[in-house]
C-alpha cells in the first residue's frame, strides 16, 4: 500500500511575499473570492518585518529553497531587502514572476545574489497573451526580460497554462519562446476548475500531451508539469510529466505566516508565528499522507504518481482526489481491482517502451588526485542513515551517512588514497576508491 514518507520539514518553500498583483489574469486563482478572503490586508512594511521573521523560522528549520512568489513578488515595494535577507541566510533562491516589472539593475541584483533558476509565466504570444493577462505590453516586457535573464546565466523555466482561449497555440508559442527568446524550458500547468471561464475537458489535456511529444521529438525541453493521474494517459507520454511534491517536499508560506501545502489552495493549514514550523508540517499532513483521500487504486498503484491534482476539482477544499479519476467512496471493489491490473499492465510497458538512459562517461579518477567540491549544495539529516542534499543547479539527492563523510573530505587537500585511509578507520565498514567516485560523480561533472 502507498504512503507518503514525512519529511522533518518542507525542502522548498514558496513564499508568498504580497497577494498585489500588476496583470489581470481571467484564469488566476489569487483572483477568486474565496483566495483573496483568505489573505489579510496589511501596510507593506509590516510585510516586510513579517517576511524577515519567517525567513528566520524557515533558516532555523533547515529549510534548503525559497521561491519567491506572489500576487507578483517584484511589485512589493523593497522587495529586494527580503532577497537581501535570505542571500544572507545562505537559503537557494528562485521567484515565480509575470516578469513585466524588472529593469537591468533589477536582473543584475538577482543575478549577484545566485539565483541561477526562475519561472516566468508567459502564456502566448504578443497580442495573445497581452489579451489573456489584460494589460497591453506585457509580452514585449516579459519576453525582454526573459532574455536579459537567460543571457545572464539564469535557467529560466516559462509558465504557461493552457486555457480554451490559448490551447491550440502551445506549439508554435513553444517554439518561439525557446528557440528566438532564449527560455530554457516551457512548463505547461493544470487550468484549475471554475464558474468564471470554460473549463478544460480530457481530451484537451490529451490534445496538449500530443504537442508535447512533438516538440520533445523536435527536441524541445516541454514538459507537463501540472499533476496529472498518469493512469489516465498513455505511457508514451509519461516521460514528460512531473508529480507534484506539495504536502511532501513542498509547502507555500504567504506574509502573515499561514501555510499550505499547496499554493492554489485557500485552505491554510496553520501559521508559523501560532505553532511551530514541524508541528503543521507533520501533524497536520499526517491524514493528507496515508493518502485516504485517494480511490483503493491509487493507494495500489505501482506507478505511484500522486493522485494528479487536489487542486483541480477546488481550491476551496483540501485533500481531495484529482477531477479525473474517482472519490474513494465512488470506486467499488472490483474496479479497485481492475484498475490495479492494469496500471501494473502499464508499468510493464512503460518500463519496455522507455529506453533507459545511458550513464555519462564520468572523469577516471586516480588515487593521487585531490578532488575538490566547489559546487554550492546544503544537506540535513533525515534519518541515522539519510541525509538530502541540494545541490545548486542539480537539484536533489539523498545521501547515507558514508557518503557525507566522504563529501566532508573533498575539499582538494585529500587524495582519494588519503581519504579511503583515514574513513577506513573511523567508519565501521570500509571504503574503497569506488565509494569516493560514486560521490564525486554526483558532485562533479
Same mark, same amino acid.
Given at each position: 500500500?502507498?504512503?507518503?514518507?514525512?519529511?522533518?520539514?518542507?525542502?522548498?518553500?514558496?513564499?508568498?511575499?504580497?497577494?498585489?498583483?500588476?496583470?489581470?489574469?481571467?484564469?488566476?486563482?489569487?483572483?477568486?473570492?474565496?483566495?483573496?478572503?483568505?489573505?489579510?490586508?496589511?501596510?507593506?512594511?509590516?510585510?516586510?518585518?513579517?517576511?524577515?521573521?519567517?525567513?528566520?523560522?524557515?533558516?532555523?528549520?533547515?529549510?534548503?529553497?525559497?521561491?519567491?512568489?506572489?500576487?507578483?513578488?517584484?511589485?512589493?515595494?523593497?522587495?529586494?531587502?527580503?532577497?537581501?535577507?535570505?542571500?544572507?541566510?545562505?537559503?537557494?533562491?528562485?521567484?515565480?514572476?509575470?516578469?513585466?516589472?524588472?529593469?537591468?539593475?533589477?536582473?543584475?541584483?538577482?543575478?549577484?545574489?545566485?539565483?541561477?533558476?526562475?519561472?516566468?509565466?508567459?502564456?502566448?504570444?504578443?497580442?495573445?497573451?497581452?489579451?489573456?493577462?489584460?494589460?497591453?505590453?506585457?509580452?514585449?516586457?516579459?519576453?525582454?526580460?526573459?532574455?536579459?535573464?537567460?543571457?545572464?546565466?539564469?535557467?529560466?523555466?516559462?509558465?504557461?497554462?493552457?486555457?480554451?482561449?490559448?490551447?491550440?497555440? +502551445?506549439?508554435?508559442?513553444?517554439?518561439?519562446?525557446?528557440?528566438?527568446?532564449?527560455?530554457?524550458?516551457?512548463?505547461?500547468?493544470?487550468?484549475?476548475?471554475?464558474?468564471?471561464?470554460?473549463?478544460?475537458?480530457?481530451?484537451?489535456?490529451?490534445?496538449?500531451?500530443?504537442?508535447?511529444?512533438?516538440?520533445?521529438?523536435?527536441?524541445?525541453?516541454?514538459?507537463?508539469?501540472?499533476?496529472?493521474?498518469?493512469?489516465?494517459?498513455?505511457?508514451?507520454?509519461?516521460?514528460?510529466?512531473?508529480?507534484?511534491?506539495?504536502?511532501?517536499?513542498?509547502?507555500?508560506?504567504?506574509?502573515?505566516?499561514?501555510?499550505?501545502?499547496?499554493?492554489?489552495?485557500?485552505?491554510? +493549514?496553520?501559521?508559523?508565528?501560532?505553532?511551530?514550523?514541524?508541528?503543521?508540517?507533520?501533524?497536520?499532513?499526517?491524514?493528507?499522507?496515508?493518502?485516504?483521500?485517494?480511490?483503493?487504486?491509487?493507494?495500489?498503484?505501482?506507478?505511484?504518481?500522486?493522485?494528479?491534482?487536489?487542486?483541480?476539482?477546488?481550491?476551496?477544499?483540501?485533500?481531495?482526489?484529482?477531477?479525473?479519476?474517482?472519490?474513494?467512496?465512488?470506486?467499488?471493489?472490483?474496479?479497485?481491482?481492475?484498475?490495479?491490473?492494469?496500471?501494473?499492465?502499464?508499468?510493464?510497458?512503460?518500463?519496455?517502451?522507455?529506453?533507459?538512459?545511458?550513464?555519462?562517461?564520468?572523469?577516471?579518477?586516480?588515487?593521487?588526485?585531490?578532488?575538490?567540491?566547489?559546487?554550492?549544495?546544503?544537506?540535513?539529516?533525515?534519518?541515522?542513515?539519510?541525509?538530502?542534499?541540494?545541490?545548486?543547479?542539480?537539484?536533489?539527492?539523498? +545521501?547515507?551517512?558514508?557518503?557525507?563523510?566522504?563529501?566532508?573530505?573533498?575539499?582538494?587537500?585529500?587524495?582519494?588514497?588519503?581519504?579511503?585511509?583515514?574513513?577506513?578507520?573511523?567508519?565501521?565498514?570500509?571504503?574503497?576508491?569506488?565509494?569516493?567516485?560514486?560521490?564525486?560523480?554526483?558532485?562533479?561533472?
Amino acid at each position: 500500500m502507498n504512503k507518503i514518507k514525512s519529511l522533518t520539514a518542507p525542502i522548498s518553500v514558496n513564499f508568498e511575499v504580497t497577494d498585489q498583483c500588476n496583470l489581470k489574469c481571467f484564469f488566476c486563482f489569487c483572483g477568486t473570492e474565496a483566495y483573496q478572503s483568505s489573505l489579510s490586508s496589511v501596510s507593506n512594511s509590516e510585510k516586510i518585518k513579517n517576511a524577515k521573521r519567517i525567513l528566520d523560522i524557515l533558516a532555523k528549520n533547515n529549510v534548503f529553497e525559497i521561491r519567491l512568489f506572489g500576487g507578483e513578488f517584484s511589485l512589493l515595494k523593497n522587495w529586494k531587502s527580503i532577497v537581501e535577507y535570505a542571500y544572507d541566510l545562505d537559503f537557494f533562491m528562485s521567484f515565480i514572476s509575470n516578469g513585466t516589472l524588472f529593469n537591468e539593475a533589477d536582473i543584475e541584483f538577482l543575478i549577484d545574489k545566485k539565483i541561477t533558476n526562475c519561472g516566468i509565466s508567459v502564456h502566448g504570444l504578443d497580442s495573445l497573451h497581452d489579451q489573456i493577462v489584460g494589460i497591453p505590453g506585457s509580452f514585449k516586457r516579459a519576453s525582454r526580460n526573459i532574455q536579459l535573464l537567460s543571457d545572464g546565466g539564469v535557467k529560466t523555466s516559462v509558465l504557461f497554462t493552457p486555457t480554451k482561449t490559448n490551447i491550440l497555440h +502551445l506549439e508554435k508559442f513553444a517554439r518561439t519562446i525557446i528557440e528566438k527568446y532564449g527560455a530554457s524550458s516551457v512548463g505547461v500547468n493544470r487550468l484549475f476548475r471554475n464558474d468564471r471561464y470554460e473549463n478544460l475537458s480530457f481530451s484537451d489535456y490529451e490534445y496538449l500531451f500530443g504537442i508535447i511529444k512533438k516538440l520533445q521529438d523536435d527536441g524541445l525541453p516541454v514538459f507537463f508539469t501540472g499533476s496529472f493521474p498518469r493512469c489516465k494517459v498513455s505511457t508514451k507520454y509519461w516521460r514528460y510529466m512531473s508529480n507534484c511534491s506539495q504536502g511532501m517536499a513542498f509547502c507555500q508560506i504567504d506574509y502573515m505566516g499561514n501555510i499550505k501545502n499547496c499554493s492554489s489552495l485557500c485552505v491554510n +493549514l496553520g501559521n508559523i508565528f501560532q505553532k511551530s514550523l514541524q508541528d503543521i508540517w507533520q501533524k497536520g499532513l499526517a491524514e493528507f499522507r496515508t493518502l485516504k483521500h485517494l480511490p483503493l487504486s491509487c493507494r495500489l498503484c505501482p506507478s505511484f504518481c500522486g493522485g494528479g491534482c487536489i487542486a483541480s476539482r477546488t481550491i476551496e477544499q483540501n485533500f481531495i482526489a484529482d477531477e479525473f479519476i474517482k472519490l474513494p467512496n465512488e470506486e467499488t471493489l472490483i474496479e479497485s481491482i481492475t484498475v490495479t491490473a492494469k496500471n501494473y499492465a502499464k508499468k510493464w510497458h512503460s518500463m519496455i517502451y522507455t529506453q533507459p538512459r545511458k550513464k555519462q562517461t564520468t572523469k577516471k579518477w586516480q588515487s593521487h588526485d585531490k578532488p575538490h567540491v566547489i559546487c554550492r549544495y546544503k544537506t540535513r539529516k533525515e534519518a541515522n542513515d539519510y541525509y538530502l542534499c541540494m545541490i545548486e543547479k542539480k537539484g536533489i539527492v539523498v +545521501l547515507n551517512k558514508k557518503s557525507i563523510s566522504i563529501l566532508d573530505l573533498l575539499n582538494g587537500n585529500n587524495t582519494i588514497e588519503n581519504i579511503e585511509k583515514k574513513l577506513s578507520k573511523k567508519l565501521p565498514q570500509k571504503i574503497i576508491k569506488e565509494d569516493i567516485t560514486e560521490v564525486l560523480d554526483i558532485f562533479i561533472d
